[in-house]
T-cell receptor, first 115, second 112 residues
Framework: GAGVSQSPRYKVAKRGQDVALRCDPI?????LFWYQQALGQGPEFLTY????????KSGLPSDRFFAERPEGSVSTLKIQRTQQEDSAVYLC?????????????FGPGTRLTVL | GNSVTQMEGPVTLSEEAFLTINCTYT??????LFWYVQYPGEGLQLLLK?????DKGSNKGFEATYRKETTSFHLEKGSVQVSDSAVYFC???????????FGSGTRLSIRP
């Protein structure tokens, strides 16, 4: 079946613009994760959903970052008033069950460039 | 805090060479350990994992053994191929936490 998909794949924003990044998890997957990957670095955790509930948002770098998953499926990561330091690849992952040790399946990512 | 340290790259090898990418971790308790691979233009994929001490994860000819005494999870392959060229990430996860903690990645290039 289809894997995790993300859109857009590439986004260029001017500093100060708001952006919205979309993640479509694997159908039926309960858990959804967002990560931020800076150039040349490993991914860093941003936030975690179990169905529609956001259970952990400890990795969100500032209150300009907001994520939602209103119906427990598609998720959107929104960044308000983008800054140059927000430039990164944003990865979404989903896992099948409630167990946090379940394998996380990653999407291809959205590469955000803030000018 | 919990962290993962892995061998800096890039690593360049000839085809059929033996590969080792070192990974050590700092953590309290007993996390699960992973190797993820990112092929050019593709998303992260789980390569192998081990959930307890002395477990060996293996896949596609790659192996890694969970060594609690040395807090290590080194990735090995006996004979690499050009198609193994990718970025490899070592990572850990606690069952009580939601976040995977990744190392900074090692870029591997294999010459024909």
């Amino acid at each position: 079946g289809a894997g995790v998909s993300q859109s857009p794949r590439y986004k260029v924003a001017k500093r100060g613009q708001d952006v919205a990044l979309r993640c479509d998890p694997i159908s039926g997957h309960v858990s959804l994760f967002w990560y931020q990957q800076a150039l040349g670095q490993g991914p860093e955790f941003l936030t975690y959903f179990q169905n529609e509930a956001q259970l952990d948002k400890s990795g969100l770098p500032s209150d300009r970052f907001f994520a939602e998953r209103p119906e427990g499926s598609v998720s959107t990561l929104k960044i308000q008033r983008t800054q140059q330091e927000d430039s990164a690849v944003y990865l979404c992952a989903s896992s099948q069950d409630l167990l946090l040790t379940d394998t996380q399946y990653f999407g291809p990512g959205t590469r955000l460039t803030v000018l | 805090g919990n962290s993962v340290t892995q061998m800096e790259g890039p690593v360049t090898l000839s085809e059929e060479a033996f590969l080792t990418i070192n990974c050590t971790y700092t953590a309290t308790g007993y996390p699960s350990l992973f190797w993820y691979v990112q092929y050019p233009g593709e998303g992260l994929q789980l390569l192998l994992k081990a959930t307890k001490a002395d477990d060996k994860g293996s896949n596609k000819g790659f192996e890694a053994t969970y060594r609690k005494e040395t807090t290590s999870f080194h990735l090995e392959k006996g004979s690499v191929q050009v198609s193994d060229s990718a970025v490899y990430f070592c990572a850990l996860l606690y069952s009580s936490a939601s976040k995977i903690i990744f190392g900074s990645g090692t870029r591997l290039s294999i010459r024909p």
